[in-house]
């Protein structure tokens, strides 16, 4: 796929792994729809990347409620007349141990990590379907959906959720012009580390994989001939980042 001019959907897209997706695809020439939660800092994005020249839009969006999934998709369609790819980024991992996480701590992780992603997935298909040129849905999962963390049981669920989604979907369009990719990384420098009560070194968040890479990551496999089946892509570092 050329990015030229094709219509990508990014949520959790004003900052982090999803900013930096939006930026990358955004220099090779894509039209982006920016979604995420918080208007003010969609719209400084928005204003940054615009003074490189950019095409994007920004629409507020909570994954986890229906109608704000469909107002992102018809905003996408009014505004650009398509969608080829949405990349499902958004996310929330509050670590807690079993006994700390709360009912409430369970729901609001599920509900953004894995539900989100039902939504929004269920959402574009129908669009994507109707389309001669079929979609491509990248679902940005990690490692915590190959492997059990501690404090992070729920997040752990919510990703290996997101992996079992993926491959039903990829069994259910069997036949159709639909790709559903999985990208896997592992402790990521975001903003994240800030939110939690050990944040790390500056050291430690250098040895990290930085944002721009996973971004690189989505990239080439857009990028690539759609004859191709990537499944899976998983990243991780040579060493651990806090060896």
């Known amino acids: 796929m050329e990015l030229e001019d094709k219509v990508i959907i990014v949520t959790g897209a004003s900052s982090g792994i999803g900013l930096e997706i939006v930026k990358v695809l955004a220099a090779g020439g894509a039209k982006i729809a920016m979604a995420a939660r918080k208007m003010e800092k ?17 629409v507020p969006t909570d994954v986890t409620r229906a109608a704000d999934c469909r107002a992102l998709v018809r905003a996408t369609v009014d505004a650009f007349g398509q969608i080829d790819v949405l990349v499902n980024n958004a996310g929330y991992a509050p670590p807690a141990s079993l006994l700390e996480t709360t009912e409430e701590v369970w729901d609001v992780t599920l509900n953004v990590c894995l539900k989100g992603v039902y939504l929004m997935t ?57 790709r559903f990719h999985l990208i896997c990384p592992a402790a990521v420098a ?33 990028t690539q001939p759609n004859r191709l089946r990537i499944d899976e892509i998983v990243i991780r570092t040579h060493r651990s980042p806090w060896d």
């Open 190 to 222: 975001t903003p994240w580390w800030d939110t939690r009560n050990d944040p790390q070194a500056d050291k430690v968040m250098k040895r990290m994989i930085q944002p721009d890479e996973v971004a690189e990551a989505v990239r080439w496999v857009l």
């Open 42 to 58: 969609l719209e400084k994005a928005a204003t940054d990347l615009a003074s490189t020249g950019a095409t994007v839009i920004v």
């Open 122 to 178: 269920q959402t574009a298909v129908p669009t994507m379907l109707e389309q001669s040129q079929g979609g491509t849905i990248i679902n940005i999962s990690s490692v915590a959906g190959k492997n059990g963390y501690e404090n992070l049981s729920a997040y752990c669920a919510a990703k290996w959720g997101v992996h079992g989604f993926t491959e039903a979907l990829r069994a259910e369009f069997e036949g159709e012009n639909l």
